[in-house]
Protein backbone atom coordinates (compact mmCIF):
# COMPACT_ATOMS: atom_id res chain seq x y z
CA UNK A 1 0.00 0.00 0.00
CA UNK A 2 1.26 3.69 -0.72
CA UNK A 3 0.92 5.98 1.72
CA UNK A 4 1.35 9.53 2.17
CA UNK A 5 1.39 10.84 6.15
CA UNK A 6 1.05 14.50 6.69
CA UNK A 7 0.55 16.06 9.95
CA UNK A 8 -3.26 17.13 9.00
CA UNK A 9 -2.26 20.57 11.75
CA UNK A 10 -4.39 23.34 11.59
CA UNK A 11 -0.36 24.65 11.85
CA UNK A 12 -0.31 28.27 12.90
CA UNK A 13 2.01 30.77 12.62
CA UNK A 14 2.61 34.55 12.68
CA UNK A 15 3.28 36.60 9.62
CA UNK A 16 7.37 36.99 8.57
CA UNK A 17 7.53 33.55 10.65
CA UNK A 18 9.15 29.91 8.81
CA UNK A 19 6.30 27.80 8.56
CA UNK A 20 7.71 24.19 8.28
CA UNK A 21 5.58 21.04 6.61
CA UNK A 22 6.47 17.86 6.86
CA UNK A 23 5.56 14.52 4.73
CA UNK A 24 6.25 10.99 5.36
CA UNK A 25 5.99 8.25 2.64
CA UNK A 26 5.70 4.72 2.78
CA UNK A 27 7.18 3.27 -0.77
CA UNK A 28 10.92 3.06 -1.50
CA UNK A 29 9.93 3.37 -5.13
CA UNK A 30 9.01 6.81 -5.25
CA UNK A 31 10.54 8.54 -7.81
CA UNK A 32 9.07 12.26 -7.76
CA UNK A 33 8.14 14.56 -5.34
CA UNK A 34 5.66 17.46 -4.68
CA UNK A 35 4.07 19.87 -2.93
CA UNK A 36 0.66 21.66 -4.01
CA UNK A 37 -1.14 24.23 -2.08
CA UNK A 38 -5.17 24.31 -2.18
CA UNK A 39 -6.80 27.20 -0.85
CA UNK A 40 -10.29 26.55 0.59
CA UNK A 41 -13.02 25.62 -2.28
CA UNK A 42 -10.45 25.89 -5.05
CA UNK A 43 -8.11 23.26 -7.05
CA UNK A 44 -5.03 22.44 -6.02
CA UNK A 45 -1.96 24.05 -7.69
CA UNK A 46 1.89 23.26 -7.83
CA UNK A 47 4.25 25.31 -6.04
CA UNK A 48 7.40 22.88 -5.53
CA UNK A 49 8.76 19.68 -7.05
CA UNK A 50 11.92 17.72 -6.07
CA UNK A 51 13.13 14.61 -7.47
CA UNK A 52 16.73 14.20 -5.85
CA UNK A 53 17.82 14.00 -2.33
CA UNK A 54 18.67 17.58 -0.70
CA UNK A 55 17.31 21.17 -0.86
CA UNK A 56 15.86 23.13 -3.35
CA UNK A 57 14.81 26.58 -3.12
CA UNK A 58 12.37 28.48 -5.19
CA UNK A 59 11.61 32.20 -3.80
CA UNK A 60 10.35 32.10 0.00
CA UNK A 61 9.91 28.18 -0.66
CA UNK A 62 12.14 25.36 0.21
CA UNK A 63 11.32 22.08 -0.57
CA UNK A 64 13.58 19.35 1.43
CA UNK A 65 14.22 15.38 0.63
CA UNK A 66 15.60 12.36 2.08
CA UNK A 67 14.89 9.34 0.34
CA UNK A 68 16.61 7.22 3.20
CA UNK A 69 13.93 7.94 5.83
CA UNK A 70 11.32 8.57 3.40
CA UNK A 71 11.26 12.38 4.39
CA UNK A 72 9.79 15.70 2.24
CA UNK A 73 9.36 18.84 4.05
CA UNK A 74 8.37 22.44 2.98
CA UNK A 75 9.73 25.38 4.39
CA UNK A 76 8.23 28.92 3.79
CA UNK A 77 9.72 31.58 5.07
CA UNK A 78 8.78 35.04 5.83
CA UNK A 79 5.10 33.82 5.79
CA UNK A 80 2.53 35.86 4.87
CA UNK A 81 -1.41 35.35 5.45
CA UNK A 82 -1.95 35.02 1.66
CA UNK A 83 -0.23 31.59 2.52
CA UNK A 84 -2.89 30.96 4.64
CA UNK A 85 -4.16 27.44 2.90
CA UNK A 86 -3.81 23.28 2.73
CA UNK A 87 -0.60 22.41 1.38
CA UNK A 88 -0.81 18.75 0.00
CA UNK A 89 1.94 16.61 -0.42
CA UNK A 90 2.17 14.22 -3.31
CA UNK A 91 4.46 11.22 -4.35
CA UNK A 92 4.82 9.97 -8.03
CA UNK A 93 5.09 6.41 -8.60
CA UNK A 94 5.16 5.01 -12.26
CA UNK A 95 2.94 7.79 -13.25
CA UNK A 96 0.78 7.80 -10.16
CA UNK A 97 0.38 10.16 -8.18
CA UNK A 98 -0.65 9.58 -4.65
CA UNK A 99 -1.71 12.66 -2.34
CA UNK A 100 -1.38 13.21 2.12
CA UNK A 101 -4.40 14.33 3.70
CA UNK A 102 -2.78 17.83 3.51
CA UNK A 103 -2.02 20.35 6.22
CA UNK A 104 -3.97 23.22 6.91
CA UNK A 105 -1.92 26.31 7.59
CA UNK A 106 -2.74 29.85 8.97
CA UNK A 107 -0.60 32.87 9.11
CA UNK A 108 -1.80 35.16 11.50
CA UNK A 109 -1.49 38.46 10.86
CA UNK B 1 -2.95 28.22 -23.12
CA UNK B 2 -6.48 26.39 -21.61
CA UNK B 3 -6.66 24.33 -18.50
CA UNK B 4 -7.83 21.43 -17.66
CA UNK B 5 -11.36 22.32 -18.15
CA UNK B 6 -14.11 20.39 -16.22
CA UNK B 7 -17.87 20.39 -15.84
CA UNK B 8 -20.32 20.98 -14.07
CA UNK B 9 -19.19 22.86 -11.72
CA UNK B 10 -21.58 22.17 -9.07
CA UNK B 11 -24.01 19.38 -9.79
CA UNK B 12 -27.44 18.62 -6.73
CA UNK B 13 -29.09 15.16 -7.78
CA UNK B 14 -30.99 12.95 -6.02
CA UNK B 15 -30.30 9.53 -4.59
CA UNK B 16 -30.58 6.70 -7.61
CA UNK B 17 -30.12 9.14 -10.22
CA UNK B 18 -26.88 8.75 -12.93
CA UNK B 19 -24.45 11.55 -12.81
CA UNK B 20 -22.24 12.34 -15.93
CA UNK B 21 -18.91 14.38 -14.71
CA UNK B 22 -16.70 15.70 -18.18
CA UNK B 23 -13.37 16.48 -18.52
CA UNK B 24 -11.26 18.34 -21.07
CA UNK B 25 -7.21 17.87 -20.45
CA UNK B 26 -4.64 19.87 -21.34
CA UNK B 27 -3.76 19.90 -25.18
CA UNK B 28 -1.20 17.52 -25.93
CA UNK B 29 -0.74 15.77 -22.34
CA UNK B 30 -1.28 12.07 -22.40
CA UNK B 31 -2.07 11.45 -19.11
CA UNK B 32 -5.26 11.85 -17.63
CA UNK B 33 -6.20 11.29 -13.85
CA UNK B 34 -10.10 11.44 -11.92
CA UNK B 35 -9.46 11.93 -8.22
CA UNK B 36 -12.40 12.35 -5.65
CA UNK B 37 -12.11 14.98 -2.53
CA UNK B 38 -13.62 14.60 0.97
CA UNK B 39 -12.47 16.21 4.11
CA UNK B 40 -12.28 12.43 5.69
CA UNK B 41 -9.99 10.65 3.11
CA UNK B 42 -8.42 13.60 1.22
CA UNK B 43 -7.72 13.54 -2.25
CA UNK B 44 -7.95 9.62 -3.42
CA UNK B 45 -7.22 8.26 -7.63
CA UNK B 46 -10.10 6.44 -8.76
CA UNK B 47 -8.36 5.70 -12.42
CA UNK B 48 -5.91 7.38 -14.83
CA UNK B 49 -5.34 6.70 -18.52
CA UNK B 50 -2.17 6.92 -20.77
CA UNK B 51 -2.66 7.94 -23.94
CA UNK B 52 -6.35 7.61 -23.82
CA UNK B 53 -6.11 3.74 -22.52
CA UNK B 54 -7.34 3.03 -18.98
CA UNK B 55 -4.18 1.77 -17.07
CA UNK B 56 -5.43 1.73 -13.61
CA UNK B 57 -8.75 1.80 -12.26
CA UNK B 58 -8.22 -0.32 -8.91
CA UNK B 59 -9.13 2.89 -6.96
CA UNK B 60 -13.04 2.79 -8.26
CA UNK B 61 -14.64 2.36 -5.32
CA UNK B 62 -17.76 0.20 -7.05
CA UNK B 63 -19.32 -0.94 -10.20
CA UNK B 64 -21.80 2.02 -9.74
CA UNK B 65 -18.57 4.12 -11.28
CA UNK B 66 -17.19 3.82 -14.64
CA UNK B 67 -14.87 6.35 -16.58
CA UNK B 68 -13.82 6.52 -20.45
CA UNK B 69 -12.01 8.33 -22.35
CA UNK B 70 -12.75 8.17 -26.14
CA UNK B 71 -10.09 10.39 -27.64
CA UNK B 72 -7.41 12.69 -26.43
CA UNK B 73 -9.56 15.80 -25.86
CA UNK B 74 -12.46 13.91 -23.72
CA UNK B 75 -13.07 11.95 -20.41
CA UNK B 76 -16.09 11.19 -18.62
CA UNK B 77 -16.96 10.05 -14.97
CA UNK B 78 -20.05 8.54 -14.78
CA UNK B 79 -22.05 7.00 -11.54
CA UNK B 80 -24.88 5.24 -11.53
CA UNK B 81 -26.61 4.97 -9.84
CA UNK B 82 -25.81 7.65 -7.45
CA UNK B 83 -25.77 7.31 -3.47
CA UNK B 84 -25.27 10.43 -0.88
CA UNK B 85 -21.41 8.63 0.13
CA UNK B 86 -20.61 9.92 -3.72
CA UNK B 87 -20.99 13.35 -2.32
CA UNK B 88 -17.72 15.31 -3.04
CA UNK B 89 -15.40 17.28 -5.50
CA UNK B 90 -14.48 15.01 -8.04
CA UNK B 91 -11.09 16.66 -9.74
CA UNK B 92 -9.72 15.51 -13.35
CA UNK B 93 -5.89 16.35 -13.98
CA UNK B 94 -3.87 15.66 -16.77
CA UNK B 95 -0.23 15.29 -16.85
CA UNK B 96 2.39 15.31 -19.92
CA UNK B 97 5.51 13.10 -19.16
CA UNK B 98 7.71 11.97 -22.79
CA UNK B 99 10.51 10.85 -20.69
CA UNK B 100 9.39 10.20 -16.73
CA UNK B 101 7.03 11.49 -14.25
CA UNK B 102 5.70 14.75 -14.96
CA UNK B 103 3.74 17.65 -13.17
CA UNK B 104 0.03 17.24 -11.80
CA UNK B 105 -2.53 20.07 -13.39
CA UNK B 106 -5.48 20.15 -12.09
CA UNK B 107 -9.35 21.34 -13.09
CA UNK B 108 -11.27 23.30 -10.98
CA UNK B 109 -13.24 20.24 -10.16
CA UNK B 110 -16.89 19.08 -9.99
CA UNK B 111 -18.90 19.50 -6.67
CA UNK B 112 -21.57 16.38 -6.34
CA UNK B 113 -23.80 16.65 -3.88
CA UNK B 114 -26.58 13.33 -3.72
CA UNK B 115 -29.69 14.01 -1.81
Known amino acids: QKEVEQNSGPLSVPEGAIASLNCTYSDRVSQSFFWYRQYSGKS??????????????????????????????????????????????????????YFGTGTSLTVIP | DAGVIQSPRHEVTEMG???????????????????????????????????????????????????????????????QPSEPRDSAVYFCASSLARQGPGELFFGEGSRLTVL
Request: aromatic letters at 12%.
Open chain 1, 44 to 97: PELIMSIYSNGDKEDGRFTAQLNKASQYVSLLIRDSQPSDSATYLCAVNIVHQF
Open chain 2, 17 to 79: QEVTLRCKPISGHDYLFWYRQTMMRGLELLIYFNNNVPIDDSGMPEDRFSAKMPNASFSTLKI
